[in-house]
């Protein structure tokens, strides 16, 4: 399984950002497509996840994921963006069966290069 994470970049606060996680290889449909983050001196952090089952989920309310089934891709759609949003931004992948927290870290298996998002004030 690849990911590819991409449409990081410099934005100004308050500015939205979309930033797309195309995925390939492995069976999209069995996999749990993760969004993380980790800012400077930072841990990684859990964003969001998405299962082959939801399309939209809402995270940390102005963080929303939208998978599409269809193109295997699961895109972060990021609002009002604050300096403290600034990080690497990173998709990741595992096996959608299991009952472990969608936020456990250890649990994925795929990850992308990541993508950096700077916001700057």
């Known amino acids: 399984v690849q990911l590819q994470a991409s449409g990081g970049g410099l934005v100004q606060a308050g500015d939205s950002l979309r930033v797309p996680c195309v995925v390939s290889?492995?069976?999209?449909?069995?996999?749990?497509i993760g969004w993380f983050r980790q800012a400077p001196g930072q841990e990684r952090e859990f964003v969001g996840a998405a299962s082959w089952g939801y399309n939209q989920r809402a995270m940390k309310g102005r963080l929303t994921i939208f998978r599409d089934n269809a193109k295997n891709t699961v895109d972060l759609q990021m609002t009002s963006l604050k300096p403290e949003d600034t990080a690497v931004y990173y998709c990741?992948?595992?096996?959608?069966?299991?009952?472990?927290?969608?936020?456990?870290?250890?649990?994925?298996?795929?990850w992308g290069q990541g993508t950096l998002v700077t916001v700057s004030s």
């Open positions: 290889g492995g069976t999209f449909r069995n996999l749990l």
């Open positions: 990741a992948a595992r096996s959608s069966s299991g009952a472990a927290l969608y936020s456990d870290i250890s649990t994925y298996k795929y």
